[in-house]
């Protein structure tokens, strides 16, 4: 028989079990299949699996290994590669150089409409590429609200250029490092900023010697977020930039193109474009998202 003392210990073991289980027990992980994982659970996660991997193993699979150097070394090739890396590098920093600052304001000052401009600084996240592309047509296009005068005053034109791809990846790649640098920033202890204030520094100087050393990882990561999606951009691109070789024309693009004449130079140009985001999601595991 049990003691009538033992029911606060039953009481207290099945409030944890309600609340997740006890802290110390949080986070574990089967090991192995055959230690009660549950039919109706393993078959879907199974073909979850298969649905995520199998196109990427067909198209491994389809890779036309025979003629692919002779596919990456033509200069149609290398011409969308260094294209697409230059630009994605320079949207990065242009990311970087708003975004930051941007973040640091929606996760430190308090206003009003704080949150509705949060959700206007993520709204690219799930607007449609080509909507994007045309939104950025209609401010920035020589009809623009913003374009006209940029072609009137300065004689600049942002549509169909290489700047105009910069503008355009920059667009839908800029949330992610925003998210990454503001959820990093509400991690971040602000008393180390206020300590500095009370020493004397300026709130520029506290965040610049005291905040960006502590955010580092965070801006990283979604530094590194930001330039593998303004690589990968397509839609947004192809409406604002258009699709010029050598001007406008990113890896994306040039395979949309090849698909449509030459399926094997497609298959390359996409293996390259998978290599590269193999080689992003391996950094950003292992340099800072690994879980301890």
């Known amino acids: 028989m049990t003691s009538p003392t033992d029911a606060p210990d039953r009481s207290a073991a099945a409030a944890d079990t309600l609340r997740g289980g006890p802290r110390r027990g949080r986070g574990r992980v089967r090991k192995g299949f055959g230690r009660g994982v549950p039919l109706p659970l393993l078959v879907p996660a199974l073909l979850g699996l298969a649905f995520l991997v199998l196109p ?21 090739v290398w011409q969308a590669l260094k294209l697409s890396l230059l630009c994605a590098t320079a949207a990065t920093a242009v990311s970087l150089v708003i975004g930051v ?69 920059a667009f839908v790649a800029m949330p992610f490092l925003v998210i990454s640098v503001e959820g990093t920033l509400r991690a971040a202890d602000p008393r180390y900023e206020e300590a500095a204030a009370t020493l004397g520094a300026s709130r520029f100087t506290a965040f610049r010697r005291v905040t960006l050393p502590l955010i580092a990882p965070g801006i990283a990561a979604g530094a590194v977020l930001a330039w593998a999606r303004a690589l990968g951009e397509f839609g947004a691109t192809i409406t604002f930039a258009g699709n010029f070789p050598g001007r406008t024309q990113t ?26 985001s193999v080689a992003v999601l391996a950094g950003l595991r292992d340099r800072w998202m690994t879980a301890s």
């Open 56 to 76: 990427l193993i067909a198209l491994l699979v389809r890779t036309p290994w025979h003629s692919l150097p002779d596919q990456l070394t033509s200069p149609e």
């Open 251 to 276: 890896m994306p693009l040039a395979v949309y193109l090849a698909l449509q004449s030459d399926p094997e130079a497609a298959i390359a140009l996409s293996l390259v474009l998978l290599a590269v």
């Open 101 to 169: 600052p941007l973040a640091w304001l929606l996760a430190r000052v308090e206003f009003p409409g704080r949150g509705l401009v949060r959700a206007l600084v993520t709204l690219p996240l799930v607007l449609p590429p080509v909507v994007g592309g045309v939104a950025l047509l209609m401010a920035l296009g020589r009809n623009g609200i913003v374009g006209q005068w940029l072609d009137s005053w300065f004689g600049i034109t942002l549509p169909f250029t290489t700047t105009g791809v910069v503008i355009a990846e």
